[in-house]
């Protein structure tokens, strides 16, 4: 199955809500636990017990990993492996964006299923150029694995770039920006797909209004719901006639319950309930 089917059939089995493992110094102290590659190993350890195959979508932030050199990747590395197969997709949050044989590597060390670390999917950074993106697409496609581009971020420096003005768009009229034209490209390379694309975007639930056409016939990460001040109704006002394509992302909303397990899984049924509510 591809990652576009694998996608809807995890959102109808479980509901649309992705938990971001973000395990920062502060949160592990919360949980009390150290700030060091012990602490780090229990806190991911917990988190697959208590999401894996109980959570459509899980995703590991790779540099509250990365903090703690190898010891710290040994642990994403087994986080991720621990966690696929489960019925939870692994999307896997590292940003990467580079060119030719570098991307290249990048693409077969987190999407190649052969590889030690392959994920689902993974986020990436087309701020390079769409097109520097392709080894990504095509190591994404030979495995049945997903890509979230980022396009349109709520952090505040992002519409510096993400809503500069190209031009005329590809019809010769109208001004395209930047996000306009990475949702326009992402939406050529989902055509046809059914029940929709593995070729994602990833679309802040804080960036206010969106006036770019989201319909690009694939999966829309949507990170700062919840503790970040994302809302189910600004969800529904942001996607309207795409939000069954929609994967809310939290991240402190659901992890503040910890270390216990069950109180973890009742925080995301409680998230799940409120946006299939919606």
């Not at 949702?183 to 046809?192: P, V």
Request: with cysteine; charged share 20%; net charge negative.
């Amino acid at each position: 199955m591809t990652f576009g089917s694998r996608a809807r059939a995890a959102m109808a089995a479980y509901g649309p809500a992705c938990v971001g493992i973000d395990p920062h110094a502060s949160l592990l102290a919360e949980w009390g636990l150290s700030d060091d590659v012990e602490g780090l190993d229990r806190f991911a350890t917990i988190c697959v017990e208590a999401f894996a195959g109980k959570v459509a979508f899980i995703k590991p932030q790779s540099a509250f990993f990365e903090r703690f050199g190898a010891r710290g990747v040994v642990v994403l590395e087994r986080t991720i492996q621990d966690l696929r197969h489960t019925g939870s997709l692994v999307v896997l949050d590292v940003k990467r964006g580079d060119i030719g044989s570098t991307a290249a590597a990048y693409a077969d060390a987190y999407l190649d299923e052969d590889a030690p670390m392959a994920a689902d999917a993974i986020t990436v950074s087309p701020f390079l150029g769409f097109g520097s993106l392709q080894p990504f697409f095509d190591v994404a496609e030979r495995n049945d694995a997903g890509v979230f581009v980022l396009a349109l971020t709520s952090n505040k420096e992002g519409p510096e770039v993400q809503h500069a003005v190209l031009g005329p768009d590809a019809g010769g009229s109208g001004e395209r920006t930047v996000a306009g034209g990475i949702l326009a490209q992402l939406s050529a390379l989902n055509a046809g797909e059914h029940p929709m694309g593995s070729f994602g975007a990833v679309v802040g639930a804080t960036i206010g209004d969106a006036d770019e056409d989201l319909a690009i016939n694939g999966p829309l990460l949507v990170p700062g719901f919840g503790a970040q001040g994302g809302t189910v109704d600004d969800i529904r006002r942001l996607f309207g006639t795409v939000i069954d394509n929609v994967i809310p992302s939290t991240s402190r909303g659901v992890l503040s319950a910890g270390p216990d397990v069950q109180a973890l899984r009742d925080s995301v049924a409680r998230v799940n309930a409120e946006l299939v509510g919606s």
